[in-house]
């Protein structure tokens, strides 16, 4: 995608400061927002386009899979208008299974990679699985940077694992989680993403969905600011996902207005905006039936997964 | 002190264990007996009425789930709590639409009615649940369980006496509850969640909004997510709109109009009946 060889890369060791307080209030600002009638309906579909099923447990057996690739491409069958979401989000030893389900489609298939979540595995062995799933075909790695090195001022070690990464990702798109749950500060949020953009990243996401606090908004706010400051200065777009903690359909469309409002409406494509969610892409469809027919809707009615 | 400042009191709705305004921001005015003005109630919204019923849900298997005896003691502590806010009750009721003796009846009344279905909790089921004759080696037997969440919708007529029989019964069997209160008395409504708020019901099991029945009773009726409706108020249009929209997801749906609450036989088992799905389990038995 983009050429890291011609680019002069920022000095990492300078931080560029985020006003707390400002980033906050901003984010705040975006949860008054509400969009009604026929815009609702195509922001909750855009919605659900960009959803990324995820099943990311130790018990997900191939069944379970199964039946979250069929979610994925049907997600409520009894309305043939309904979007398919964009991907979905397993380990790596369901990649295989995911993709021959998912074959022709057009819903990708994502892996989780690199020690998934903590990242504490050997550089080797992490390589080795990011190769494993792009080998059992799937066309997205999220991968997660060794936030103990980036705790520890080593942001070298960061960009060269990323940037590793990439080069053993080959075709395949390369999200980078930050964990911005462990990463304290937004200015560190701020720098995560620099760094994660500047070594390569086609997506930067927020969160594994295994610490709390996961996405938020303002955590959002600053590597959206992160993204549009790259885009001004290489004219390349990064993707943004965040993930974890996004359950409503509700706070969906108001992370969809701060996209919208920072990055503009070149963002508003699951291309380059994803939602890393489970239980997100019910509450969607439910209210997408509840404005078509005016009727609340019951979980009792959708197919859960 | 004679020119001090009454501190009046904010009705507000009761959802989710919590005392919160209409999310409209509407309220409306309702006059006591001589057409003075008595109290400014929320006026609720159809999007109130969602997270009640939102919350309902949520706490309905926490509800149905704490043993009946449990729910028992539960219901006695609302009667407990009532009693020492009997001339709280009597003094709104007679100001509203009564006269003091009738008042202290209903008050009373209602007070009991709560002691007897506390007493029902643990013994209806007991009851009404059979052992079933069947013609292979198999112990067939049939047990009540709660219906889930219920939509309740109160009449103007003995308003407290009608709110304590509507939801009595439903919440002793294990269901909770949605109540859009009588919309000319709708503040005594108010006073009762704060009993019930004080009395260990969990939040989430009962849910009281005040508002007009027009607003709120169509959504009530269409909501995929509500189990059961009682509709104890007496309005032909409405009872069409209940059973067409009730249909879309095969509601439970009782009729209670015209019942006077006042009357020893407005209280009975078969009322919490009415909110329980029976069902029934084979078991092999070796012959």
């Known amino acids: ?305 | 002190m004679s020119n001090r400042l009454n501190v009046l009191k904010t009705c507000k709705l009761y959802i989710g264990g919590k005392f919160s305004r209409s999310e409209s921001e509407h309220f409306f005015q309702v006059p006591d007996k001589k057409q003075k003005p008595l109290a400014n109630l929320c006026r609720a919204s159809r999007k109130d009425l969602r997270n009640a019923i939102q919350v309902a849900r949520k706490a309905q298997a926490g509800w149905a789930g704490r043993s009946a005896y449990n729910r028992g003691q539960i219901l006695y502590r609302m009667a407990e709590m009532m009693e020492g806010r009997r001339d709280q009750f009597i003094a709104e009721l007679e100001r509203a639409v009564s006269s003091k003796r009738r008042a202290e009846n209903e008050v009373d009344l209602a007070i009991d009615r709560l002691v007897h279905y506390a007493g029902w909790t643990d013994k209806y089921s007991a009851l009404f649940s059979t052992v079933n004759p069947v013609a292979s080696p198999h112990f067939n037997f049939s047990i009540p369980e709660p219906t889930g969440v219920a939509g309740i919708v109160a009449p103007d007529e003995q308003p407290l006496a009608a709110l304590i029989s509507l939801i009595a019964p439903v919440i002793a069997g294990g269901n909770v509850c949605v109540v859009l209160a009588s919309e000319k008395y709708g503040s005594v409504a108010c006073t009762l969640a704060e009993v019930i708020h004080s009395s260990d019901v969990p939040g989430g099991v009962v849910n009281v909004l005040t508002g007009f029945r027009a607003d709120l009773v169509p959504h009530l009726a269409g909501h995929m997510d509500v189990n059961a409706v009682l509709f104890a108020a007496d309005d032909p249009e409405q009872k069409k709109v209940i059973q067409e929209n009730a249909h879309l997801n095969v509601k439970r749906v009782h009729f209670y109009e015209g019942t006077d609450w006042m009357k020893d036989d407005a209280q009975s088992p078969y009322y919490i009946i009415d909110f329980q799905e029976f069902k029934t389990t084979w078991h092999p038995v070796g012959t």
């Open chain 1, 1 to 305: 995608m983009q050429n890291t060889k011609n680019m002069r890369i920022p000095d990492f060791k300078l931080t560029v400061p985020v006003d707390q307080i400002g980033v906050e209030e901003r984010a705040a600002r975006f949860r008054t927002r509400s969009i009604k009638k026929e815009s609702k309906l195509f922001a909750l579909k855009l919605a659900l386009q960009m959803v990324d099923l995820t099943t990311l447990e130790g018990m997900d057996s191939p069944g379970k899979v199964r039946q979250l690739c069929n979610k994925a491409m049907y997600p409520y069958e009894a309305d043939p208008d309904i979007p398919k979401v964009a991907a979905i989000c397993v380990y790596p030893n369901r990649v295989r299974l995911a993709a021959e389900i998912l074959k022709g489609s057009g819903v990708h298939v994502a892996s989780v990679a690199t020690s998934f979540p903590s990242g504490m595995g050997t550089l080797e062995s992490r390589i080795e699985e990011v190769k494993y799933a792009v080998d059992e075909g799937a066309d997205e790695i999220d991968m997660v940077i060794s936030r103990w090195a980036f705790l520890k001022g080593e942001y070298n070690y960061v960009f060269d694992e990323v940037a590793t990464f990439k080069e053993a990702c080959g075709p395949a798109h390369l999200k980078v989680i930050l964990e911005t749950g462990e990463l304290e500060t937004y200015e560190n949020v701020r720098k995560a993403s620099d760094i994660a953009i500047y070594a390569g990243a086609d997506f930067i996401k927020t969160s594994t969905g295994k610490i709390s606090p996961a996405a938020t908004m303002p955590v959002t706010l600053v590597m959206l600011y992160a993204i549009r400051d790259y885009y001004l200065k290489t004219g390349s777009k990064i993707g943004m996902k965040p993930a974890g903690g996004i359950r409503d359909a509700k706070t969906a469309l108001h992370y969809l207005a701060m996209v919208k409002e920072t990055l503009g409406a070149d963002w508003l494509t699951p291309d380059l905006f994803r939602f890393g969610a489970s239980s997100l892409a019910n509450d969607l469809l439910m209210q997408i039936i509840k404005q078509k027919t005016g009727q609340y809707q019951s979980p009792d009615y959708f197919s859960i997964g």
